[in-house]
């Protein structure tokens, strides 16, 4: 089908929470994923993709604006986002699209544009400005418990509730089926109301839609074929210490994180006390349930994909398959995301472009960032990639070139300040803006540094990838960390703000560049 204009269609596809090394593309040697590997045969898969951030609103704010933690300053769920910043959505409709939603961007708004009481101001799960939402699905999923409902489903017990297993006998971590079926889980729900919304668009009239996807984000359960695909038994053995004393003795932030926010029934609904206290048979279970998330919400894009192609739009749509963060699974005793080890970081990239058939199942192992997501689909649309953005596009890649003075680095953030409640102030004596790290990582070597005077950790991932040994302490090793630390340092001076930094007042007027307010 010939597009209008000759501007391709977009999907932005987003799987929340899902690993970077869990895809059968790149060698996992358990998961399968046969719709996000045909994606990869045909477009470029970056095997060292990493989030900006953790956890989902500050992950989506480096997502959405192509800046750093530093810069956008999303610091926690619920930080809002300045509205002064662009965005993805802004940026696409300012060239022709409306960029259409379906599940959620988990974005607090700017409270100095609304009145005290609005109740959007009670929530983190505000709507990204620019997009248009076709089908809103945060995490109470109310439409899709109202539509199982419809199909006669018993969605009475409501969010996350309706997550347990049917067998009100099933111990506390078990395989046991849900309520609904395959064809009923809330990433069926969405794929099917995209691609209700894919019929209805006017022929040759380009579309950007963005599906957001909640799979393979806990609660860990998943209905048949998809609870006994894998067996528990199988899979590499975790990164972590010999007890879960000794993780928790290995640094002052694991030892409160695991005591203090490592609850059960976040991630099992019903479930009580730490995740710590979990068996390794337990664990191993909640993986191949995890693993099985994943094949779940993989059937789902391979039914999105042949919607596409049905529809004459295949060949002239970009399709960005990502993720927002990752997920522990178990590692170093951890569910979830946050800290600093990869496993929370390393999410999946595939990249799929029109007229770019050359690259064609490429697989890229230079680091890439959440932040190069923007400038790459605004080159990709033809749009002006802001020059104050912290991302770089990946265009050449799907050139089938390298580009000049690629990054040799990933670099990530997170902050665990407790603005509202001042828990985690309160635990380590510290203000909020001192509960932080910075993390840079090559290929050999991983720095992390702290804020508020928490001692550093330093890996060598060429002999320790599983990163279970801190030399950070260790004379031998302290020109490395002395050299990581200057290198942080001139990373993030080079990457402070710009948004005005590089214009400059001149006799004929401003000069240079300046981000104008929306």
Same mark, same amino acid.
């Given at each position: ?45 970056? /095997? ?178 998809f609870n006994t695909m894998y067996d528990p ?38 479930? /009580? ?12 279970? !909640?993986?191949?349930?995890y693993y099985g998330m994943i094949s779940e ?39 979830? /995301? ?25 697989? !890229? ?60 102030? %309160? ?8 509960? +932080? ?24 991932? %060429? ?6 040994? +801190? ?14 630390a200057e290198r942080l340092l001139a990373f ?27």
């Amino acid at each position: 089908m010939a597009i209008k204009g000759g501007r391709p269609n977009i999907l932005l596809i987003t799987c929340d929470q899902w690993r970077g090394d869990s895809l059968s593309a790149v060698g996992h040697p358990v998961v399968k994923t046969p719709n996000a590997d045909a994606l990869a045969s045909e477009g470029v898969l970056f /095997k060292r993709h990493y989030a900006g951030t953790a956890p989902c609103s500050p992950a989506r704010a480096c997502l959405y604006t192509g800046l750093y933690q530093m810069n956008n300053r999303v610091c926690r769920n619920g930080t809002p986002l300045d509205d002064r910043h662009d965005n993805i959505a802004r940026a696409a409709r300012r060239v022709g699209y409306d960029p259409t939603l379906f599940g959620y961007t988990d974005v607090s708004p700017d409270p100095r544009n609304r009145a005290p009481g609005d109740p959007y101001l009670r929530t983190y799960e505000g709507v990204l400005p620019g997009f248009t939402t076709r089908q809103l699905l945060p995490e109470h999923q109310k439409a899709w418990l109202s539509w199982l409902a419809a199909r006669g489903i018993d969605s009475s017990a409501g969010f996350p509730d309706v997550h347990r297993p049917v067998d009100v006998n099933a111990p506390e971590v078990s395989n046991a089926a849900p309520a609904y079926s395959k064809d009923e889980t809330p990433a069926a729900f969405l794929a099917g109301e995209f691609l209700r919304w894919l019929g209805e668009q006017d022929k040759g009239e380009p579309w950007f839609a963005h599906v957001s996807f909640l799979s393979p984000h806990p609660p860990f359960i998943v209905p048949g074929p998809f609870n006994t695909m894998y067996d528990p038994a199988a899979g590499s053995d975790y990164h972590r210490a010999a007890t879960l004393e000794a993780e928790k003795a290995s640094h002052p932030f694991l030892a409160y994180h695991l005591a203090h926010h490592q609850k059960k029934s976040s991630f099992i609904p019903g479930a /009580k006390g730490k995740v710590g206290d979990w068996s390794e048979d337990e664990f191993r279970t !909640i993986r191949a349930l995890y693993y099985g998330m994943i094949s779940e919400v993989d059937s789902q894009l391979g039914r999105i994909w042949q919607g596409i192609k049905a529809a004459g739009s295949w060949d002239d749509t970009i399709i960005i398959l990502t993720s927002d963060h990752a997920e522990m699974m178990g590692d170093h005793y951890l569910l979830g /995301k946050g800290g600093w080890f990869d496993g929370s970081y390393h999410i999946p990239l595939v990249i799929k472009a029109p007229g770019h058939r050359q690259s064609a199942g490429t697989k !890229i192992d230079r680091f890439t960032s959440a932040v190069d997501i923007v400038p790459t689909l605004l080159d990709l649309i033809s749009g002006a990639a802001l020059p104050h953005l912290d991302g770089q596009s990946l265009k050449p890649f799907l050139d089938g070139r390298e580009p000049t003075g690629w990054r040799d680095a990933a670099f990530w953030e997170y902050d665990f300040r407790s603005v509202a409640e001042g828990a985690t102030e %309160a635990y380590f004596g510290l203000d909020s803006r001192s509960l +932080n790290l910075a993390v840079i990582r090559t290929e050999a070597v991983k720095y992390v540094h702290f804020g508020g005077g928490l001692p550093p950790l330093l890996y060598d991932l %060429a002999n320790d990838p599983g990163e279970t040994r +801190n030399l950070a302490g260790d004379p031998a090793w302290l020109p490395t960390r002395l050299e990581f630390a200057e290198r942080l340092l001139a990373f993030r001076a080079r990457h402070l703000d710009q948004s005005l930094a590089l214009s400059e007042l001149a006799p004929a007027g401003a000069v240079g560049h300046f981000a104008r307010l929306p």
